[in-house]
Protein backbone atom coordinates (compact mmCIF):
# COMPACT_ATOMS: atom_id res chain seq x y z
CA UNK A 1 0.00 0.00 0.00
CA UNK A 2 1.57 3.53 -0.84
CA UNK A 3 0.78 5.80 1.31
CA UNK A 4 1.28 9.69 -0.44
CA UNK A 5 1.67 13.05 1.90
CA UNK A 6 0.75 16.39 1.09
CA UNK A 7 2.62 18.79 1.57
CA UNK A 8 6.14 17.55 1.17
CA UNK A 9 6.91 20.51 3.22
CA UNK A 10 5.42 23.91 4.64
CA UNK A 11 6.48 27.24 6.61
CA UNK A 12 4.02 28.33 9.18
CA UNK A 13 4.35 30.40 11.96
CA UNK A 14 3.98 29.96 16.19
CA UNK A 15 -0.07 30.32 16.86
CA UNK A 16 -1.06 29.06 13.14
CA UNK A 17 -3.33 26.41 12.37
CA UNK A 18 -1.57 23.64 10.19
CA UNK A 19 -2.99 20.30 8.25
CA UNK A 20 -1.02 18.07 6.92
CA UNK A 21 -2.68 15.04 4.66
CA UNK A 22 -2.24 11.91 4.12
CA UNK A 23 -3.92 9.75 1.22
CA UNK A 24 -3.72 5.58 0.82
CA UNK A 25 -3.83 3.83 -2.64
CA UNK A 26 -6.19 1.68 -1.30
CA UNK A 27 -9.07 1.81 1.58
CA UNK A 28 -7.75 1.32 5.10
CA UNK A 29 -10.18 1.79 7.06
CA UNK A 30 -8.99 3.65 9.60
CA UNK A 31 -5.09 2.00 10.46
CA UNK A 32 -3.77 5.12 10.68
CA UNK A 33 -0.86 6.38 12.55
CA UNK A 34 0.78 9.64 12.89
CA UNK A 35 4.13 10.36 13.95
CA UNK A 36 7.07 13.31 14.86
CA UNK A 37 10.55 12.88 14.56
CA UNK A 38 12.63 16.09 15.94
CA UNK A 39 16.20 16.21 14.23
CA UNK A 40 18.28 13.56 15.60
CA UNK A 41 15.53 11.94 17.69
CA UNK A 42 13.59 8.88 17.03
CA UNK A 43 10.38 9.21 15.81
CA UNK A 44 7.05 9.30 18.49
CA UNK A 45 3.87 8.27 18.28
CA UNK A 46 1.08 11.23 18.14
CA UNK A 47 -2.31 9.68 16.77
CA UNK A 48 -3.26 5.92 16.39
CA UNK A 49 -6.18 4.77 14.45
CA UNK A 50 -6.50 7.93 12.64
CA UNK A 51 -7.96 9.63 15.73
CA UNK A 52 -6.72 8.50 19.29
CA UNK A 53 -4.06 10.42 20.92
CA UNK A 54 -1.44 8.58 22.26
CA UNK A 55 -0.62 8.91 25.84
CA UNK A 56 0.87 12.38 26.95
CA UNK A 57 0.22 13.90 23.71
CA UNK A 58 -0.86 17.24 23.92
CA UNK A 59 -4.89 18.01 22.70
CA UNK A 60 -3.63 20.84 20.32
CA UNK A 61 -2.96 17.76 17.97
CA UNK A 62 -5.98 15.66 15.77
CA UNK A 63 -6.45 13.47 13.48
CA UNK A 64 -9.29 12.58 11.20
CA UNK A 65 -10.57 10.23 8.03
CA UNK A 66 -10.75 6.98 6.66
CA UNK A 67 -10.94 4.55 3.87
CA UNK A 68 -8.25 6.69 1.82
CA UNK A 69 -7.79 10.20 2.94
CA UNK A 70 -6.46 11.77 6.21
CA UNK A 71 -5.66 14.71 8.17
CA UNK A 72 -3.27 15.80 11.22
CA UNK A 73 -4.10 19.09 12.37
CA UNK A 74 -2.19 21.35 14.68
CA UNK A 75 -4.60 24.17 16.04
CA UNK A 76 -2.10 26.03 17.38
CA UNK A 77 1.99 25.72 16.48
CA UNK A 78 3.98 25.75 19.49
CA UNK A 79 7.70 26.10 19.23
CA UNK A 80 8.49 22.50 19.89
CA UNK A 81 6.14 21.22 17.17
CA UNK A 82 8.31 22.41 14.38
CA UNK A 83 9.45 18.89 13.62
CA UNK A 84 8.74 16.08 10.33
CA UNK A 85 5.74 14.11 10.64
CA UNK A 86 5.34 10.88 8.88
CA UNK A 87 1.91 8.82 8.23
CA UNK A 88 1.90 5.30 8.49
CA UNK A 89 -0.69 2.34 7.82
CA UNK A 90 -1.19 -0.53 9.57
CA UNK A 91 -3.99 -1.84 7.73
CA UNK A 92 -1.66 -4.30 5.78
CA UNK A 93 0.37 -6.48 7.47
CA UNK A 94 3.68 -4.69 5.72
CA UNK A 95 3.49 -1.63 7.12
CA UNK A 96 4.48 1.59 4.71
CA UNK A 97 4.80 5.01 5.25
CA UNK A 98 4.70 8.39 3.64
CA UNK A 99 7.16 9.93 2.84
CA UNK A 100 7.07 13.01 5.31
CA UNK A 101 6.10 16.31 6.03
CA UNK A 102 8.78 19.04 7.23
CA UNK A 103 7.54 21.76 9.42
CA UNK A 104 9.45 24.93 9.46
CA UNK A 105 9.38 27.88 10.67
CA UNK A 106 8.27 30.39 8.90
CA UNK B 1 7.99 3.20 31.65
CA UNK B 2 8.20 1.62 28.82
CA UNK B 3 12.48 1.79 27.53
CA UNK B 4 14.08 0.59 24.50
CA UNK B 5 17.72 1.04 24.57
CA UNK B 6 19.62 -0.58 21.54
CA UNK B 7 23.22 -1.35 21.14
CA UNK B 8 26.25 0.71 20.04
CA UNK B 9 27.01 2.14 16.49
CA UNK B 10 28.67 -0.05 14.21
CA UNK B 11 30.70 0.06 11.43
CA UNK B 12 30.69 -2.69 8.55
CA UNK B 13 32.41 -3.99 4.97
CA UNK B 14 30.48 -4.70 2.28
CA UNK B 15 28.93 -8.04 2.36
CA UNK B 16 29.13 -8.73 5.67
CA UNK B 17 26.21 -8.89 8.28
CA UNK B 18 24.83 -6.97 11.68
CA UNK B 19 23.15 -7.80 14.57
CA UNK B 20 21.56 -5.15 16.17
CA UNK B 21 19.48 -5.63 19.65
CA UNK B 22 16.85 -3.97 21.79
CA UNK B 23 16.50 -4.14 25.42
CA UNK B 24 13.67 -3.57 26.85
CA UNK B 25 12.05 -2.54 30.34
CA UNK B 26 9.11 -1.15 31.92
CA UNK B 27 6.73 -3.91 30.62
CA UNK B 28 5.39 -7.14 29.82
CA UNK B 29 8.23 -8.01 27.47
CA UNK B 30 6.05 -11.16 25.67
CA UNK B 31 2.43 -10.01 25.31
CA UNK B 32 3.81 -7.10 22.62
CA UNK B 33 6.03 -7.19 19.55
CA UNK B 34 8.59 -5.45 17.73
CA UNK B 35 8.93 -3.62 14.62
CA UNK B 36 12.42 -2.86 12.91
CA UNK B 37 11.99 0.81 10.82
CA UNK B 38 15.49 2.30 8.99
CA UNK B 39 16.16 6.01 7.76
CA UNK B 40 19.23 6.48 5.34
CA UNK B 41 20.76 9.72 6.23
CA UNK B 42 18.39 12.32 5.10
CA UNK B 43 15.46 10.56 4.07
CA UNK B 44 12.63 8.86 5.25
CA UNK B 45 11.63 5.98 7.74
CA UNK B 46 11.13 2.64 5.73
CA UNK B 47 9.59 -0.60 7.55
CA UNK B 48 11.32 -3.99 7.56
CA UNK B 49 9.95 -6.35 9.44
CA UNK B 50 7.79 -7.31 12.36
CA UNK B 51 8.20 -9.97 15.24
CA UNK B 52 5.74 -11.67 18.07
CA UNK B 53 7.51 -11.94 21.07
CA UNK B 54 4.66 -14.21 22.20
CA UNK B 55 5.03 -16.25 19.29
CA UNK B 56 8.26 -15.62 17.43
CA UNK B 57 5.78 -14.90 14.25
CA UNK B 58 7.61 -13.20 11.12
CA UNK B 59 6.68 -10.60 8.87
CA UNK B 60 9.61 -8.98 6.70
CA UNK B 61 9.25 -6.67 4.28
CA UNK B 62 9.59 -7.59 0.50
CA UNK B 63 12.79 -5.56 0.31
CA UNK B 64 14.46 -7.52 2.88
CA UNK B 65 12.66 -11.05 3.04
CA UNK B 66 15.90 -12.55 2.16
CA UNK B 67 18.45 -11.06 3.77
CA UNK B 68 16.93 -10.54 7.73
CA UNK B 69 16.12 -12.09 10.67
CA UNK B 70 14.32 -10.76 13.23
CA UNK B 71 14.40 -12.57 16.77
CA UNK B 72 13.54 -12.17 20.22
CA UNK B 73 15.05 -13.57 23.78
CA UNK B 74 12.22 -13.26 26.33
CA UNK B 75 14.92 -14.55 29.55
CA UNK B 76 16.88 -11.10 28.75
CA UNK B 77 13.75 -9.21 27.22
CA UNK B 78 15.79 -8.56 24.36
CA UNK B 79 14.84 -7.90 20.10
CA UNK B 80 17.40 -8.45 17.69
CA UNK B 81 17.34 -7.52 13.94
CA UNK B 82 20.57 -9.30 11.68
CA UNK B 83 20.84 -7.77 8.11
CA UNK B 84 22.98 -10.16 5.94
CA UNK B 85 24.90 -9.15 3.04
CA UNK B 86 25.28 -5.45 3.29
CA UNK B 87 26.22 -2.65 0.64
CA UNK B 88 26.27 1.08 0.84
CA UNK B 89 22.63 1.59 0.32
CA UNK B 90 22.17 -0.22 3.96
CA UNK B 91 24.16 2.91 5.51
CA UNK B 92 21.24 4.25 8.02
CA UNK B 93 19.52 4.51 11.14
CA UNK B 94 17.56 1.03 12.72
CA UNK B 95 15.36 1.42 14.86
CA UNK B 96 13.08 -0.83 17.03
CA UNK B 97 9.54 0.07 18.06
CA UNK B 98 7.12 -1.87 20.12
CA UNK B 99 4.21 -3.15 18.57
CA UNK B 100 0.99 -3.05 20.09
CA UNK B 101 -1.49 -5.64 19.63
CA UNK B 102 -0.90 -8.95 18.36
CA UNK B 103 -0.88 -8.95 14.87
CA UNK B 104 1.70 -7.29 12.09
CA UNK B 105 2.53 -4.32 12.42
CA UNK B 106 0.68 -2.82 15.34
CA UNK B 107 1.17 0.46 16.68
CA UNK B 108 4.69 1.72 16.61
CA UNK B 109 4.23 2.90 20.64
CA UNK B 110 7.15 3.08 22.13
CA UNK B 111 10.53 3.55 19.75
CA UNK B 112 14.83 2.63 20.46
CA UNK B 113 17.25 5.69 20.40
CA UNK B 114 18.11 4.37 16.59
CA UNK B 115 21.75 2.47 16.06
CA UNK B 116 23.73 4.01 13.30
CA UNK B 117 25.31 1.78 10.69
CA UNK B 118 27.73 2.50 8.44
CA UNK B 119 28.66 0.37 6.09
CA UNK B 120 31.59 1.09 4.49
CA UNK B 121 35.07 -0.41 2.29
Known amino acids: IQMTQSPSSLSASVGDRVTVTCRAS??????LNWYQQQPGRAPKLLIY???NLHIGVPSRFSGGGSGTDFTLTISSLQPEDFATYYCLQTYSTRGSFGQGTRIEIK | QVQLMQSGPEVQKPGAAVKVSCKTSGYTFNIYGFNWVRQAPGQGLEWMGWISAFSGSTNYAQNFQDRITLTTNTSTNTAYMELRRLTSDDTAMYYC??????????????WGQGTLVTVSS
Open chain 2, 97 to 110: ARASGTTSPGDLDY
Open chain 1, 49 to 51: EAS
Open chain 1, 26 to 31: QGINTY
